[in-house]
């Protein structure tokens, strides 16, 4: 008969205790540590220049179009390409999360690079000869985006535990914000002298305008080239230092069999409500900042026919998230480091960051009667909120579940990516995107502000419950020696 014993609860932060079990043979210097920042902030410039194809497309497809594989291409066939990388990337966060949090970073990251690298030959191989080959391109490029921020947040995890706010921050920023260099890079390559779009023919609707400039599709393929090579030298640089510099080995918790983490891990996960709260907001709330990415071109040159205001409007907004996410890792750290203030922070800054979503949704309804500044200001807005819950995403499921079990929740939370972009997709083929597009997108950014609001008040429901809980707790033979709470490990310790 199995006998239970009072236990005592020893709660110390859970950087503390895993500074003690996970410290590197080899702590790194400030050499090292500065090193492996900006080989982070490399891998996540490459993770963000997929979405550099959301304002390229067009003149992607042109080149196509005009002299490569496939003359019947329309921006319709380019919107697919778009969707693929999208659904590849969100579809693939939760098997890949679980297969990255059991194996070694360096792995992985290699892994993730030569993927990446295969998808820029499968789109070039599209392009010359079978367009069948950039499908398959748009997937590997989709999944080995993924697979590299997820290693990449891993190991700043490890690395970097004690200012997980702002490393968090800066590495989601860093992802918004290579968008804004490469908008820069490709209005000055491709089209400098701001040349529009043609109709083919007078009856044709806007989803059947080219470019047609034989200067401006010779730059387009320049430009391909010249992306490719930057970042194949900036994955060079991210796999040598993550090899050089010593990363601290899993936590004996993290080397979960993988049947555990597709079973085991996945219900503990999906039956957290927390987890759940913070899904639908970030779900919802993503919406709004994915569609204004994508819809920049296609719903801004209904009312803007400027290309390069528009790709001013795109470096803007990128800014834009790269602030909301780098401002928001500080107010996480400060809080985190201010004992009186650290409890129940991350929802309430999540809140924040889905009501300015809401905000600019509703004003977005009226941007095309509105005029040039008032859509610079709402695609910012949406921006900065989507850069600010990003980071703070990040946050409460570290919050909740610690370095074990984040790269499985961070990688469901991706499905937002993939989504947004069939909701996105679906508007586009039903037509531009107008008011009802955003009146909808106005919608899921409120579920989003109410389920933020549930978030906080079960927050506040879990920390009375953990500190009840543990104050009486019983330890038998079959209980966790540990559990989470607000960003700490509490330390179930057995007393006979």
Known sequence: ???????????????????????????????????????????????????????????????????????????????????????????????????????????????????????????????????????????????????????????????????????????????????????????????????????????????????????????????????????????????VVYRVCPSPPPLEEEMVPFTVACKTTLSHILSDVRFILTLIAFEFAGVSGLCARSSLKTYGESFIPDQHYLSSVGSSGAFAGAVGAVSMGILLDITRTNPGTSGGTSPKLLLLNCVLAFTASVMMIFAASQGKVWFLSCYDMILFGFGGFSAVSAMVLYEIFGISKFPVAYGITSFTTFLSYMWYSFSMFSGLPGKDFWLANALFAFMAVVSSIGLILQYQTEAARVTRDLDNRFLTDDDDEYIYHDGKKYILQRTR
């Open 1 to 239: 008969m199995k006998s239970s014993s009072t236990s005592s609860v020893s709660r110390s932060s859970l950087d503390d205790h895993d500074t003690l079990s996970c410290s590197s043979p080899r702590p790194l210097t400030t050499l090292q540590s500065f090193l492996v920042i900006t080989a982070s902030i490399a891998a996540e410039v490459v993770c963000g220049a997929i979405f550099i194809f959301n304002f390229y497309i067009p003149y992607f497809v042109s080149y196509v179009r005009s002299r490569g594989s496939y003359p019947e291409i329309t921006l319709q066939d380019g919107k697919v390409f778009l969707l693929l990388i999208a659904a590849s990337n969100g579809m693939s966060g939760y098997p890949l999360g679980v297969i990255i949090s059991g194996l070694p970073i360096n792995l992985t990251l290699t892994s993730g690079a030569g993927i990446f690298a295969l998808g820029y030959l499968m789109v070039f191989l599209g392009v010359e000869f079978n367009y069948g080959f950039t499908y398959a391109g748009a997937i590997c490029l989709g999944v080995s985006a993924m697979m590299i921020n997820i290693s990449v947040l891993l190991r700043c995890l490890r690395n970097f535990r004690l200012h997980w706010g702002i490393v968090s921050g800066a590495l989601i920023g860093v992802s918004f914000g290579s968008a804004a260099i490469f908008h820069v890079w490709e209005r000055a390559v491709v089209n400098p002298l701001n040349l529009n779009p043609i109709a083919l023919d007078s009856s044709a609707d806007d989803y059947r305008w080219y470019f047609q400039n034989q200067d401006l599709l010779d730059r387009c393929g320049e430009f391909f080239w010249i992306m490719c090579g930057l970042l194949a030298l900036l994955l060079v640089y991210v796999l």
